[in-house]
C-alpha cells in the first residue's frame, strides 16, 4: 500500500520525498512512503515536482543508509544540483503501480471514497489513513455532522465491500462511534 499523501493530480501518486543533499556527488537524503521503505527504489523513472514543476529522472543508485535512504538520479552530480531538489515531492504515474490481487487496495484508492453503513447511513468519505501496527486505519470526515471517525480497515469484520467504480464502501459500522 502507498502513502496517505494526496496525489497531485488524477494520474499520479506522491511515493515520498527528496529531503536533502546527502555527500558532495550529488546524493539525496529520500523518505519515502512505501511499505516497506526500500519499495520506492524498485522504480527505475521517477518524476519530482517541485515549485509546481515536474521533471523525470532515472534512479541510477539508491540504498538504506541508517533509519532512511539516499539516492543517486541520472543529472544530479553534485552537492549544488541536488541540494536544488531538496523538498521536491516523488511522484509515480499510477498506471507504473503493480497490479494488486482482488480484494487489495493502494491507499490512494480508498481516499475519498464514500462511506457508508450496511444500512445505507452515510458517515462521509475516506480522509486518509494510516498504519498502527496491528491494522491499518480510515480517517472518515463526515460531511453533514464534520464528525471525524477512525475506521480499522479489517476486510470481512469492518469493511463489507469496496466498490471503486462506484465511489462507495460499504462497512459495519455504529454511526454513533
Known sequence: MTSPQDSPDAQHVVLGKLTSSYGVKGWLKVYSYTSPMEGILDYPEWWVRLDGRVAKYRLTQGRRHGKGLVASLD????????????????????????KLPADEYYWHQLEGLEVVTAEGQA?????????????????????????????????????????????????????DF
Do not use: Q
Open 75 to 98: 543529472g544530479v552530480n553534485d552537492r549544488d544540483a541536488a541540494e536544488r531538489l531538496a523538498g521536491a515531492e516523488i511522484l509515480l504515474p499510477k498506471s507504473a503501480l503493480p
Open 123 to 175: 458517515l462521509g468519505r475516506v480522509a486518509y489513513l494510516f498504519e498502527t501496527g496491528a491494522n491499518d486505519v480510515m480517517v472518515v470526515r463526515g460531511a453533514a455532522d464534520g464528525k471525524e471517525r477512525l475506521l480499522p480497515f479489517l476486510p470481512d469484520e469492518v469493511i463489507l465491500d469496496v466498490d471503486l467504480d462506484a465511489g462507495r464502501m460499504t462497512v459495519a459500522w455504529d454511526p
